[in-house]
Structures are given as structure tokens and as C-alpha cells.
């Protein structure tokens, strides 16, 4: 995004610099924002109890029947179809199409034989999750373990950065450090803000249009995107908040946003999206404050040849109210 193109001013205040070198101190040194570089091959202190991870959950599952399981072209585990040449040598059948039927080991054709002994002792196995040394404490059959991993808790986030391919991955602290000090991205505490978006040239809108910022309330780290992106044949401005947690977390909490000028104004209310879901997925949903160009033209008021939204928001944890078994707003102070 050019970066000149839109301002993006803030009433809120700084985060807290002792706050955010905290966790910044705990972590590895930042990597390029487009390579993986975060270590989880360590086990680590779990967050809710300060414990570590032992017993069967630390052990590696690179065990000898492990390793025969081992594609030797890709180095991932192998599922049905498990192939072999004459010789005995397997691997998996994505990769099979990759060596031009030949064997990497012996470069003997392959033709068409399953290696069904080796796939019926991958059923005979129970393995720890690979993100054993995240937390996770599961062990499950081995053709169940790969349908896990896709959706245990303890994997780890993406960037939430849209604004680039950016492939980096990490827990919370790490991708708050790395969306401050590779995405210059602005850091806010509190629970309400006060946003102003300017552009200069508010007719030329395209899809790499875009503002991200980072707010810090209730313990929690919360994105606030906001972008401009053509809906069909209309060019619309959108708001919308994503929590860097997972899913079950977000839903604890709820935020507004409010848009307006000249006595009229558009209110968004609802629940934060993870950042599990990717920023494209949230914004094609439409899960946020939409404004079409001619109303946000109107709001900014002049001769529109400019634009100037001014958005306010506010978030909120909602807390179960064990009597009465309804939720009631906690707003912060």
C-alpha cells in the first residue's frame, strides 16, 4: 500500500513500551517478515499454569517406525496409498507423480504396488500431535493425528498483517513484536479509539488499500482493519475488528464501530473474528462497517474531493451473569 495515500491519526495512547518489551524479551529474535524463522522445536512453559510441558507430551515421536512412515523425497509422514518400487522402497503418492514413476532410492521404475504391510502398521501406531512442545497434549491413531493437527489449538497463528504475503507464524507475544518492529504497525492500549482516515484522491480505490492497527485491552491484543476495495461494480470502504486468539476466545468479547457527519452516522456492533480466519476470508464475508463511497464522500463533507472518515469504536468482554444466565457488557475504564 502506498503509505502516503491515507493518514491514519489516533486519539488513543501508546501501549505500554515496558509492557510490550516484556514479552519481547521472552521470545527469538525477529525474523524477515517473509520467512519462518519462530523455533517450536522447544518445549515451552504453558501460559495458563506456568508449568512445563512433561511426560509422554515431550517425547519426539521419531521413533525407527516412525521414520520407515517417512516419505524420503518430501520428509512428511506417509498415508494410503503408500507406494514401493520392486526393491522395497516407498514413498508417498504425491510424490510418486513428482519423480516421473521412478524411485529416488534405487531409480528403479515404480510401477503399481502398495506396500500394505508398512500401511497396516501405521494403523497399529499412536503418536503424540507435532505441537506437542506448544502444549498440546494428545496422542491419537495415526491416520487421526494429521485431521488433528489441521485444527489443534496449540498450532500456530499467521501474521495477520494483509497488506503482504507475509509467511510468518508464532504464539501471540511473538507475532505482537513482530507486527511492531518488521510491520511498523501502530500500537494502541485501551478499549475505545478514535480514528481518522484521510485520502487525498478518494476516486481511485483498489484492493492493496489498506490501514492495520493493534490495540491492547482486557489482556488481549485485538486489529483493527480498515480498507477500501471494490463490491462488485462499487468501490466501498470497510471496518472490521479480528482478536489474535482462537475462535472459542473471541466470543467473549464485542466491539462497535461508528461512522458519521452532518447529522447522520452508521453503527456496526458485533463479535470480533479470529485471526485463525485470514483477512480476505472476513472481509469477502462483509463481517464488519461497510460504507459506500458517495456516503463516505458525504461524511467527509467540502467538495469531495477528499476523504475524511473519522471512525470511533469501543470494545467490550462479556461476562456471564451465572443468576440470571445472561451476558452483561464490561467495559473497561
Given at each position: 500500500?502506498?503509505l502516503?495515500?491515507?493518514e491514519c491519526?489516533?486519539?488513543s495512547d501508546?501501549l505500554?513500551?515496558?509492557?510490550?518489551?516484556?514479552?519481547h524479551?521472552?521470545l527469538?529474535?525477529h525474523p524477515?517478515?517473509?520467512?519462518h524463522h519462530?523455533?517450536?522445536?522447544?518445549?515451552?512453559?504453558?501460559?495458563?499454569?506456568?508449568?512445563?510441558?512433561t511426560?509422554?507430551?515431550?517425547?519426539?515421536p521419531?521413533?525407527s517406525?516412525?521414520?520407515?512412515?517417512e516419505c524420503?523425497?518430501?520428509?512428511?509422514?506417509?498415508?494410503?496409498?503408500i507406494?514401493q518400487c520392486?526393491?522395497?522402497?516407498t514413498?508417498?503418492?504425491?510424490c510418486?507423480?513428482?519423480?516421473?514413476?521412478?524411485?529416488?532410492t534405487?531409480?528403479?521404475e515404480?510401477?503399481?504396488?502398495?506396500?500394505l504391510a508398512l500401511e497396516?502398521v501405521?494403523?497399529?501406531?499412536?503418536?503424540?500431535?507435532?505441537?506437542y512442545?506448544?502444549?498440546?497434549?494428545?496422542i491419537?491413531?495415526?491416520?487421526?493425528k494429521?485431521k488433528h493437527?489441521s485444527v489443534c489449538?496449540f498450532?500456530?497463528?499467521n501474521?495477520?498483517?494483509a497488506?503482504s504475503?507475509?509467511?510468518?507464524?508464532?504464539?501471540i507475544?511473538f507475532?505482537?513484536?513482530h507486527?511492531r518492529d518488521?510491520?511498523?504497525?501502530?500500537?494502541?492500549?485501551?478499549?475505545t479509539?478514535?480514528h481518522?482516515?484521510v485520502?487525498?484522491?478518494?476516486?481511485?480505490?483498489?484492493n492493496?488499500?489498506w490501514?492495520?492497527?493493534v490495540f491492547h485491552?482486557?489482556g488481549q491484543?485485538?486489529c483493527?482493519?480498515?480498507?477500501a476495495?471494490?463490491?462488485?461494480?462499487a468501490?466501498v470502504?470497510?471496518a472490521?475488528l479480528r482478536f489474535m486468539?482462537?475462535?472459542?476466545?473471541a466470543r467473549n468479547?464485542s466491539?462497535?464501530?461508528e461512522?458519521?457527519?452532518?447529522?447522520?452516522?452508521?453503527?456496526?456492533?458485533?463479535?470480533p473474528?479470529?485471526?485463525?480466519?485470514?483477512h480476505r476470508?472476513v472481509r469477502?464475508?462483509?463481517?464488519?462497517l461497510?460504507i459506500?463511497?458517495?456516503?463516505a464522500?458525504?461524511?467527509s463533507?467540502g467538495d469531495?474531493?477528499e476523504?475524511?472518515?473519522r471512525v470511533t469504536g469501543r470494545i467490550?468482554?462479556?461476562?456471564q451473569n451465572?443468576?440470571?444466565g445472561v451476558?452483561?457488557?464490561?467495559l473497561?475504564?
Amino acid at each position: 500500500m502506498d503509505l502516503e495515500s491515507i493518514e491514519c491519526v489516533s486519539s488513543s495512547d501508546g501501549l505500554d513500551e515496558d509492557e510490550i518489551h516484556q514479552h519481547h524479551n521472552t521470545l527469538h529474535p525477529h525474523p524477515h517478515p517473509h520467512q519462518h524463522h519462530h523455533d517450536f522445536s522447544k518445549p515451552r512453559s504453558n501460559a495458563t499454569n506456568n508449568t512445563t510441558i512433561t511426560g509422554p507430551t515431550a517425547i519426539a515421536p521419531a521413533t525407527s517406525v516412525h521414520e520407515l512412515l517417512e516419505c524420503p523425497v518430501c520428509t512428511n509422514s506417509m498415508y494410503p496409498p503408500i507406494h514401493q518400487c520392486h526393491n522395497g522402497h516407498t514413498l508417498c503418492s504425491t510424490c510418486k507423480t513428482r519423480v516421473h514413476n521412478r524411485c529416488p532410492t534405487c531409480r528403479q521404475e515404480l510401477g503399481d504396488i502398495r506396500c500394505l504391510a508398512l500401511e497396516k502398521v501405521a494403523e497399529s501406531l499412536e503418536l503424540p500431535c507435532k505441537y506437542y512442545s506448544l502444549g498440546c497434549p494428545e496422542i491419537f491413531p495415526y491416520y487421526s493425528k494429521l485431521k488433528h493437527e489441521s485444527v489443534c489449538n496449540f498450532r500456530p497463528y499467521n501474521c495477520p498483517y494483509a497488506g503482504s504475503e507475509c509467511s510468518v507464524v508464532g504464539d501471540i507475544p511473538f507475532l505482537v513484536s513482530h507486527l511492531r518492529d518488521d510491520h511498523k504497525v501502530d500500537m494502541h492500549t485501551g478499549c475505545t479509539f478514535n480514528h481518522r482516515y484521510v485520502k487525498s484522491n478518494p476516486r481511485e480505490v483498489e484492493n492493496a488499500t489498506w490501514m492495520l492497527t493493534v490495540f491492547h485491552c482486557f489482556g488481549q491484543y485485538f486489529c483493527l482493519h480498515f480498507e477500501a476495495f471494490q463490491l462488485g461494480m462499487a468501490p466501498v470502504y470497510m471496518a472490521f475488528l479480528r482478536f489474535m486468539g482462537d475462535e472459542n476466545e473471541a466470543r467473549n468479547y464485542s466491539y462497535s464501530l461508528e461512522v458519521g457527519a452532518n447529522g447522520r452516522k452508521l453503527i456496526w456492533e458485533g463479535t470480533p473474528r479470529s485471526i485463525r480466519d485470514s483477512h480476505r476470508k472476513v472481509r469477502d464475508s462483509h463481517d464488519g462497517l461497510i460504507i459506500q463511497r458517495n456516503m463516505a464522500l458525504f461524511f467527509s463533507g467540502g467538495d469531495r474531493k477528499e476523504l475524511k472518515l473519522r471512525v470511533t469504536g469501543r470494545i467490550w468482554k462479556e461476562q456471564q451473569n451465572p443468576d440470571a444466565g445472561v451476558c452483561i457488557p464490561n467495559l473497561c475504564s
